[in-house]
């Protein structure tokens, strides 16, 4: 069954620095999301895109966050100034008809 | 701003018997909800879905039910087996728009053998 893949699986950063999570989704699929859940809290929606553009984004979604899709399969998500605050698990979504998850990025900001 | 509600962060059943997982929403524009499964390390996996025109939708030993007027919807899994031990987030989309969805908090089921 094809599925969302997500890279890195953690990754460890210092405070300020520009990081970019990947997330290759499922092929077929037209709409693409990232998600992140701050550990003991829900999963927030952060940002929804469909052909081409942003969608619908969330009041997180600030202009330290960016998303794109450099070429037909890569959906990354930017942050690029990163605070404490932005420790958590990331998660891409596609979707066709019901949205398939990655595993997600854990992200440590120290 | 806490849409969608699930007010058990714990649930504890014993191999064969019934799970009910509950979920409350507060947003009446919500029109089609889902349930998803999360082992840890794993992203959330979709289990069972409903839409609002319906008030019961079963997949094999998955039977959601929602109750509109009250904002209620319930997971019900039987038997219940160990496998089935991971954490269960209920999320609602408006349908039409971006479809984000919106979860909640999500209750940690365990299974005891």
């Known amino acids: 069954e094809p599925e969302v893949t997500q890279t890195p699986s953690h990754q460890v950063t210092q405070m300020g620095q520009e990081v970019i999570l990947r997330c290759v989704p499922i092929?077929?699929?037209?709409?693409f999301y990232w998600y992140r859940q701050i550990l003991g809290q829900k999963v927030e929606f952060l940002v929804s895109?469909?052909?081409?553009?942003?969608?619908?984004k969330s009041e997180i979604f600030d202009d330290q966050f960016s998303v794109e899709r450099p070429d037909g399969s890569n959906f990354t998500l930017k942050i690029r100034s990163t605070k404490l605050e932005d420790s958590a698990m990331y998660f891409c979504?596609?979707?066709?008809?019901?949205?398939?998850f990655g595993d997600g990025t854990r992200l440590s900001i120290l | 701003d806490q849409q969608v509600k699930q007010n058990s962060p714990s649930l504890s059943v014993q191999e064969g018997r019934i799970s009910i997982l509950n979920c409350d929403y507060t947003?009446?524009?919500?029109?089609?909800f889902l349930w998803y499964k999360k082992y840890p390390a794993e992203g959330p996996t979709f289990l069972i879905s409903?839409?609002?025109?319906?008030d019961k939708n079963e997949d094999g030993r998955f039977t959601v039910f929602l109750n509109k007027s009250a904002k209620h919807l319930s997971l019900h899994i039987v038997p219940s087996q160990p496998g089935d031990s991971a954490v269960y987030f209920c999320?609602?989309?408006?349908?039409?728009?971006?479809?984000?969805?919106?979860f909640g908090k999500g209750t940690k089921l365990t299974v005891n053998p």
């Open positions: 979504a596609s979707s066709e008809v019901g949205q398939h």
């Open positions: 092929s077929n699929h037209l709409y």
């Open positions: 999320a609602a989309i408006i349908q039409g728009g971006s479809e984000k969805l919106v």
């Open positions: 895109f469909y052909n081409n553009e942003i969608s619908e």
């Open positions: 409903i839409s609002s025109i319906k």
């Open positions: 947003n009446s524009m919500f029109d089609y």
